[in-house]
């Protein structure tokens, strides 16, 4: 049923290709073309991704373009290759690894900057081991929204163009179908390219990977003061850094953190068995096939770090010393909670940080956690409750009430009152008259001013699994009017957008039932 790709013709997109990872070498990846699927059909398109390359959007929509992005149709000045990379999984050296199912097309030069542009999904390549080279439409869909979610919100993340399906039968737990997203960034090089290079002994093909990184992506790290090696590496700390506080602050799992699965830009990547919470549970673990728990939700800051030391492990080879190496990674130690107190102050409204605020924070996520208090609900009502602070001085109680006319606007599923969410209230009344105070001793403190911080800080929907269940459910049938009804939500996660008041209601109880392993 598959077939290799005619490149005898091409098809072009208007797009002006420049392919500067293929510039590398053939030490970096096999060229190869996408596996023609049967029968392919729509499942979701980005309009926005497709301004991002320049794409017209009327034409996204085209037969061409359903096949080519398919991969059963070759672009002109695409440069089809599956890189090859290293890694650890789980926290053990899993050798060689590679493009098992993804292969780059090539890279856009596009108004915003070179984009790699890379079909998921889209056959073998030498890298497959085991593996089939396809994707379900399952995880297709799946990384499909949480990619568009993600830039929504603000994380840096990868972004998905569009989402194709097919008949053809792909067998995971269970038969299922074949599908394809689309998946664009800057690059998709992770820590385990350096890893591959390095544990191989190919210091030449390291060198020339590390200058193209810092040439292309961190030309600051030239210039820096000593090695530029070391500077790459405290720079992608850095970003990783901003990255993994922004997953906490919003409640985000990604559910399977291997040194293959880091971009080295600091970019959520590779969407599989990820999940935001709902009842917070600091030790949440979202990927069924992660039985010791690694990567748990309040795991993520030291995996991350775990997972910056294997790359520093990787870039010793071009480094002067060991010492320069952990003199790079020390300031994440320090800046991953500086920029997560940062976030959670945005959150609570709170301007700037000071002494104290630490403090007020854990003291609210234990109440949270002993509570089982729902994640992006708690966050949602506060934010509404914030006007009323200057305006009144009775006890705390009356400042949470479930009044229609102190919520004028928001969804349905956002009205209550914050403290009827927790079991242990007069700790949360506690709570709670701290941080009035601490809002009110702010410099030219504005309520409705914080107000509308905390709303555009605190979304109302993100991608909780049982919305993109139900979503993927329908579009098994054939359905994806879900699927556009979910994506229109979380393109606006900061709206409360009529006719959407489900997406942002606890979730049923079923939700709890929902297993996603590395398979997902």
Not at 280 to 292: E, L
Not at 430 to 457: C, I, K, V
Request: with cysteine; charged share 20%; proline share 6%.
């Amino acid at each position: 049923m598959n077939r290799p790709v005619d490149m005898a013709a091409s098809l072009d997109l208007g797009l002006a290709w420049q392919n500067r990872f293929a510039s590398l070498g053939e030490a970096f990846y096999t060229l190869l073309s996408p596996t023609a699927l049967p029968a392919p059909h729509w499942v979701g398109t980005s309009p926005a991704v497709a301004d991002l390359l320049g794409l017209d959007r009327a034409w996204l929509a085209s037969p061409a373009a359903l096949d080519a992005f398919t991969g059963n149709l070759p672009i002109a000045g695409a440069q089809p290759l599956a890189s090859v990379y290293s890694g650890h999984q789980f926290g053990h050296w899993a050798g060689q690894l590679g493009d098992g199912r993804a292969i780059l097309l090539g890279e856009v030069d596009s108004p915003a900057g070179p984009q790699e542009v890379q079909l998921k999904g889209a056959g073998l390549t030498p890298y497959s081991r085991m593996g089939d080279g396809r994707a379900v439409l399952r995880s297709s869909i799946r990384e499909f929204l949480c990619s568009e979610a993600m830039h929504a919100l603000g994380i840096p993340t990868s972004r998905a163009l569009c989402v194709t399906g097919s008949p053809a039968p792909v067998r995971r737990e269970e038969i299922e179908t074949a599908a394809v997203v689309t998946r664009v960034a800057p690059s998709f090089i992770r820590f385990g390219h350096f890893e591959h290079f390095s544990h191989s002994g190919q210091h030449a093909q390291l060198r020339t990977l590390a200058d193209f990184v810092i040439d292309h992506f961190y030309p600051a790290c030239r210039e820096a003061t000593g090695n530029p090696y070391a500077a790459l590496l405290e720079a992608v700390s850095a970003r990783t850094a901003e990255m993994v506080a922004q997953w906490q602050a919003v409640g985000f799992c990604h559910g399977v953190m291997n040194t293959d699965n880091m971009s080295i830009l600091g970019l959520t990547i590779d969407y599989g068995p990820f999940q935001f919470l709902d009842a917070f549970n600091p030790g949440h673990v979202c990927n069924h096939s992660d039985t010791g728990g690694r990567y748990a939700y309040n795991r993520q800051p030291n995996i991350a770090y775990w997972n910056l030391f294997a790359l520093g492990q990787a870039l010793l080879p071009l480094m002067d010393d060991q010492q320069q190496a952990l003199d790079a990674l020390e300031p994440y130690k320090a800046h991953m909670p500086a920029a997560l107190q940062r976030r959670m102050n945005a959150k609570l409204g709170l301007d700037r940080v000071e002494d104290g605020d630490a403090e007020l924070t854990e003291s609210l996520m234990k109440l949270m956690a002993a509570d089982a208090v729902d994640f992006t609900i708690f966050w949602r009502r506060l934010s509404h409750v914030a006007a009323e602070i200057s305006v009144r001085a009775e006890p705390v109680e009356a400042l949470l009430p479930d009044r229609p006319e102190l919520v004028e606007g928001q969804a349905q599923g956002e009205q209550g009152q914050v403290r009827d969410l927790f079991l242990q209230r007069e700790a949360f009344d506690a709570w709670a008259t701290r941080w009035r105070e601490r809002l009110q001793g702010q410099p030219g403190f504005d309520a409705s001013a914080t107000q509308a911080r905390m709303l555009r800080t605190n979304p109302q929907v993100v991608l909780r699994n049982h919305l993109g269940e139900v979503a993927i459910q329908r579009a098994k049938q054939g359905d994806f009017s879900e699927l556009a009804r979910l994506q229109n939500a979380l393109e606006r996660p900061f709206e409360a957008i009529a006719g959407h008041d489900d997406l942002a209601a606890f979730p049923p109880d079923w939700a709890s039932q929902i297993e996603i392993s590395c398979s997902s």
